[in-house]
């Protein structure tokens, strides 16, 4: 009996902290501004282990310096940006054409090539 009146007690409170919690955030958080702030962070990481993830490729696959796979990256993403991709895709596609067997920079022209078509 006194496990339910816990379990009970417990329950009460998380309610009651949800419903304190939900009006303080209206009250200073219009519009779901919280939400959207928690939407914005969740594709943040989803993007960075997109790009962690073709790095890892390319690093992988390269044998690259970190200063080399530093302008590559700098260069994917200029290359990105300017066929409206994201610097994660250019570094993808590059990544790609390497393991392909094409040497670095044939990789980066073939990737500039890629994205101007997709």
Do not use: W
């Amino acid at each position: 009996m006194n496990n339910d009146n816990n379990e009970n007690n417990t329950q009460q409170n998380q309610g009651a902290l949800a419903e304190g919690f939900s009006a303080l955030t209206a009250h200073f958080m219009p519009d779901g501004a919280l939400a959207k702030g928690l939407e914005q962070l969740a594709a943040m990481k989803d993007h960075v282990l997109q790009l962690d993830s073709a790095l890892s490729q390319l690093a992988k696959t390269s044998g690259l310096s970190a200063a080399e796979l530093k302008n590559i990256t700098e260069e994917a993403f200029r290359m990105g940006d300017a066929a409206g991709e994201s610097g994660a895709q250019a570094l993808s596609c590059i990544a790609s054409a390497h393991r392909a067997g094409y040497d670095i920079r044939q990789s980066m022209a073939l990737a500039e090539e890629a994205l101007k078509m997709s």
